[in-house]
């Protein structure tokens, strides 16, 4: 009787999946349903989007190996100079990451109260089977939040190669603007001697313009939002600026190319992916990272439509481009190490005057009607500076709804009524306007 | 004769508000959710249009509100509930004047919503997920104190000590805190003055985020438990207005919108 046991044990054991697969598998689930979400419960999709969709279908369902015929540099922020790592013949890859999966993973070794993506981004790094973490030749950080600064030796200790990025909290003064040049002058020699390349002045002219490239069909696209109605939705917005995340740039600004032809197109015969009376919506605060949709998602479900984002997966990310006066070396690095620290709008900084701005800037060339604020709970940054920007709003007249989230999808229900009751509220302004 | 139903499904209690074209309010059921949101919903409409003397072609339109809105699809539109909420506190509280603010308990929740002068909500707060400070909290109280929930009013004014602190957020923590104070041989009526206290600190506290203004309005079932008012209106230095069946209110306000809804088409 007990060998019996014993042996139906042992056959047991042998068909239990091993927790790498398993995660992979779990990861596979999460991603399946948001992208049948995504393309099913909406009407009429774009046709170009389908490369998108196809894209993330490969990466993260099916698990497709990423850019495997060239070194690949993990990055923890959007501070780190995509410009120098194209001209040092590498790929980067952000890893910051939007999995519920992951961020359980991340949860069983990270404090309960950290943010949802900084836990998130560990509990994938911590199974180096996940695509992005395949082939990382190099992990870059730079000194953003105090939870990924904190975060980076737990990294280095599941044995990634980790670059220290200084980035500065304080953006106006020059002493930290030559701090940040420095860093990069001191990045840009560190990565040839890491990667064992030779970054030249042709190679960083070239990539200036690779990136340059990029960022302007982005805003061409990005332009079209202001139309109204505006022809293209949030949701597949994010999709897009997700993608520049991992994608190949040069393919990437193609298929971008493609979705600008085709919304611009379509929005001649004033084309409306929203419905009749969509309130325009500002979406800013903690990054929508995929498969972490819900909230973008549940704004335009509930008729809304995002017409606008400020964050750091999607708007922040490839809103200034690098300008050259004179294009020798150290004019190049230097004009790159401005773009990502004038440009940035990060709350980390102590003050964030920049962000203000940029948000008002949005709401007027937007005609947004209302700001949903999203905070990771656990996000300090995010939650501290909540307050002084919904008095910003106030000060406007614009309507703010704050809401503190994680990658729970549990949180349904009570979130999406707050979201509906707000769009609500916003029709009936809008209709006493006129 | 034109009628027509608000349906609030919420997470503890359908409620269902039948109106005729006056906005005179013809009927009204309230009954448990249970399990199968749809099914009662949809039995207890029959049943209410039954003890009304309508027939189901004299229900021109139908709007549902709360958690299981749209699970309800014999619904012919459905708003949140704190649109619902506002409409109808408007109307059932106009006696009490101008309704500025609403502080609404809930089974789930607990929300707070400010209006303008014409009623339009302009701002709204709601308890992020947890169950503090809700109906569910009282429920959950009155079991470990063994008394019907009904009963707590009473007992709040049995009570002549001071109220007993209650300081957990979190409706499981405040229950073992609950525990050690029956352990600590406290009277049941002080606890209960004390849970009163700690729900109408929070509700207050998310009242103004919101903002108070003008006449402050308190519906949902909650409302019926004169203990828990008499918390809040100490607290909050004020009166409160309270109408005289606060379980439907909502359910009200979805019957005025299909009424509004139905005539716009």
New interface residues.
Partial sequence: MQKEWGLKMTNRLRKMEDPKTRHRRHEAMEAVKILDSLKNDFKDNLESMSYFYDLYEKIYCKGEKLHFDKPTVGTMCIQVPYEIIYAADAVPVRLCNGFYTDEQLGGEFMPTKSCSLVKATLGMLSNKDIPAAQKLDLVIHPTTCDQKTKAISMIEDMGYEMYHLEFPRVKESEESREYWRRTIRKFTKDLQKELGVKINRKKVKESIKKVGKAQKIYHDLNELRKLKPSPILGKDMFLITNAFFFDDIEKWTEAVKRVYKEVKEKAKAKYNPAGKRSPRILYTGSPPIFPNLKLPMMIELADGIIVADESCSANRLLNDMVSVDEWFMYDMVDSIADRYLKGCTCPIFTQNEDRKRRLKELIIDYEVEGVVYQSFAGCQVYEMEQRSIAKEMESLGI?MLYV?SDYSPA?G??LS??I??FI??LK??RR?KR | MNCFAGIDIGSTAIKIVIINEELEILGSKIAGSGSMFYKYAKENLELLLKEVDLKKENLKYIVSTG?GRKLFKEADET?????ANAIGARYAGKEFGTIRTIINLGG??SKAISLDE?G?????A?N??CAAGTGKFLDVAAAKLEIGVEELGEYHFKSRGTPLPINSTCAVFAESEIISLLGNEHKVEDIVTGIHYSIAKRIIRLAKKVGLNDVIYFDGGPALNKGLVEAIEFELGRRLAIPKNPQITTALGAAILAKEAYEEL
Avoid: C, H, L, W
């Fill in positions: 309507p503190e949180q229900g009570q009524t707050r509906e009751a609500e509220s009936v302004r006493k | 958690y708003i949140s509930e704190i649109t789930q929740d014409e339009n909500v302009v701002n709204f709601m992020d997920r």
